[in-house]
């Protein structure tokens, strides 16, 4: 895991099998599954793993309430079997949560479920549990904080949770585990023809250092999510664009906003749209998705009618109406939808995954979600091996636990989603130097997150390694000079480093305050 030793093998390497271009959900889903199917495999990552959607989600493996109300029942059984597996292969970060849709008729109480029951049958065998019709009273006792005017019952459903920037450092570290290299701040700056016609060449710039690198390989897969586009146009300036982008706004309140052990889910606001209230480290993440943007950057930010749209509809629910004040952390994260034909709202849009493969050899992997991340990495490979004629292999994904998997802690133990890596990070020096009370950070984890993690700057520890600045912009900005300080202590970092570093994270955790 030592960045400057997995440096020298790309200089020294020679050519590999295929290198993956992107260390989201996508990409690293990618590099898994050809790393594990033999080939010699890179991934590229032009800023951190997960920096962009795939920390921004809103932590729910699902299959898809609203895609079978549109009729995508092909997504939604694809996604509820793939959110059965990882519910078996990463333990430590991904649990069955019960959700609760309140109903304000007997209609639509009927209504909802009969749709769930078809829901829980699509998931087969690999189904999290049965729906169930609750009273009036059992849908009170299930959702305390609910609003009970009008309320006639509810429906019981249940959906996976998980937390999306953990499962992302973990992957990348079982492609290590498995042979392969993941590596972070390497933008790709261009891509080479050899004599064929084919892209063989990538050249690549250290963004720590700004040295260049060329690299030799087989194949290229790009994987970039959002940012899809840019690559393509690396290899033809004249295509048209492929993606566009709905942006998912997430606001946090304190637990006490919706106190149980149950999600709330509202299945059609005002604005026909989706809205979830979900408890997620000791908080509650409220929010919703779709919402169409131009512009595509690596740090969106929530836009402020999202804002007061996501606070007044939740206000309509919870008995407890939350204020611009309350709110103690706001992330915006821009989904990738692929381009359709013709002109659609996005929430309209298919999250089925597309693929298209250039004359030049380049294959592209479009759309997608979190919870289908390890289908979308099998079919992406199977692809590339039939563009390049390679001898087809088998995937061997659907059974493998990810880096850390085990029975789950206690969740309790602030260190739980470190699962079997918990043990070692307890046994660091610092184990016992809390550096947050609120949030159970403490020193050690800075350690685990540098020498093991791939963590090179303070937001790489508070954003992604712990998922402080997504739950408390606040108490994140108290924390982040000590943590540059022990960062800095660790890898020889001078005084300098150390307070560019608490600049930068200060500007960033700026945009995840309301002003």
Do not use: C
Request: zero cysteines.
């Amino acid at each position: 895991m030592n960045r400057t030793e997995q440096l020298k093998k790309i200089g020294n390497n020679g050519e590999w099998d295929v290198v993956v271009i992107g260390g989201g959900a996508t990409g690293l889903g990618a590099a898994l599954e050809a790393t594990t199917r033999g080939y010699k495999t890179l991934l590229l990552e032009q800023s951190d793993f997960a920096k962009s959607t795939s920390s921004k989600a809103t932590k729910l493996l699902h299959g898809g309430v609203r895609y079978l109300a549109q009729g995508d029942v092909a997504l939604v059984r694809e996604a509820s079997i793939e959110r059965g597996l990882l519910l078996k292969n990463a333990r430590h970060l991904a649990k069955n949560l019960s959700f609760v849709i309140p109903a304000y008729s007997w209609w639509e109480g009927i209504f909802y479920t009969v749709g769930l029951k078809v829901y829980d049958w699509m998931a087969g065998r690999l189904s999290l549990g049965s729906s169930v019709h609750l009273s009036r009273k059992k849908t009170i006792e299930k959702l305390p904080g609910l609003k009970e005017d009008h309320l006639s019952a509810g429906i019981l459903y249940h959906d996976g949770q998980f937390d999306d920037a953990r499962l992302a450092v973990n992957l990348m570290q079982t492609i290590y585990d498995k042979g392969g290299i993941a590596l972070n701040y390497m933008k790709v700056t261009g891509l080479k023809k050899n004599g064929g016609g084919q892209l063989g060449l990538i050249t690549v710039e250290d963004v720590e250092t700004g040295r260049s690198y060329v690299i030799h390989t087989k194949g290229i897969i790009n994987a970039t999510g959002v940012f899809v586009d840019d690559i393509l146009e690396m290899d033809d300036p004249t295509i048209k664009r492929k993606i566009v982008a709905s942006q998912g706004v997430h606001l946090v309140l304190d637990r006490s906003f919706l106190p149980g052990e149950n999600a709330l889910m509202i299945p059609k606001t005002s604005d026909g749209r989706v809205l979830f209230a979900v408890p997620w480290h000791n908080k509650i993440v409220v929010g919703t998705t779709d919402n169409p943007v131009n512009e595509i950057s690596l740090d969106p930010v929530a836009m402020e009618k999202e804002i007061k749209f996501i606070l007044e509809t939740a206000g309509q629910y919870l008995e407890k109406t939350p204020t611009r004040a309350d709110v103690k952390s706001v992330w915006a994260g821009l989904r990738p939808l692929a381009k359709p034909e013709k002109s659609e709202k996005t929430k309209e849009i298919s999250r089925n995954h597309k693929i298209m493969v250039s004359a030049t050899g380049l294959v592209t992997i479009l759309g997608g979600k979190w919870t289908t991340y390890r289908k979308m990495g099998e079919d992406v490979v199977d692809r590339l091996e039939k563009v390049k004629q390679w001898k087809p292999t088998q995937s061997v994904t659907r059974n493998l636990p990810v880096h850390g998997s085990a029975e789950k802690l206690d969740e309790n133990d602030p260190l739980y989603y470190y699962g079997s890596d918990a043990a070692e990070v307890k046994n660091l020096p610092g184990a016992k130097e809390v550096l947050s009370n609120s949030l159970g950070i403490v020193k050690a984890q800075v350690l685990w997150a540098v020498r093991t993690e791939m963590a090179h700057t303070v937001e790489d520890v508070l954003a992604r390694r712990t998922r402080a600045l997504f739950l408390d912009a606040e108490e994140a900005l108290r924390v982040a000079p000590r943590v540059a300080a022990i960062m800095a202590e660790e890898t020889g970092k001078d005084k300098q480093w150390e307070e560019q570093q608490v600049r930068s994270f200060h500007e960033l955790a700026r945009t995840y305050q309301l002003q």
